[in-house]
């Protein structure tokens, strides 16, 4: 059993700050990649950014240089902090894990909830 929590989302003003945090739980033998998506309505679920769990991360070209991913591998959590909020980066923020749950264990694509991300103009 493997869960997501993520939390930090809310409303705020464009330019504004967020920082979202996943926290992964459960039967984790080894995390290994960790990333950020993102869907407003009526549109497809996107990549924001991700994290290999050496610390490599690519982002989506519209947040390079307004979002920084990272991961504390002892929490098993990534955080996503969010500069320069625009009113375009609305939308559910969803948080991906790949986690092997034991040796014999194929990596698996686990998903939060997701947390609801608002930015007014």
């Known amino acids: 059993q493997v869960q997501l929590v993520e939390s930090g989302g809310g409303l705020v003003q464009a330019g504004g700050s967020l920082r979202l945090s996943c926290a992964t739980s459960g039967n984790i033998f080894s995390l290994n990649a960790m990333g950020w998506y993102r869907q407003a309505p009526g549109k497809r679920r996107e990549l924001v950014a991700r994290?290999?769990?050496?610390?490599?991360?690519n982002y989506t070209a519209s947040v390079k240089g307004r979002f920084t991913i990272s991961r504390d591998n002892a929490k098993n959590t990534v955080y996503l902090q969010m500069d320069s909020l625009k009113p375009e980066d609305t939308g559910v923020y969803y948080c991906r894990a790949d986690v092997q749950a034991s040796y014999h264990s194929a990596i698996l694509l686990y998903w939060g909830l997701g947390t609801q991300v608002t930015v007014s103009s």
């Open positions: 994290i290999t769990s050496g610390g490599n991360t």
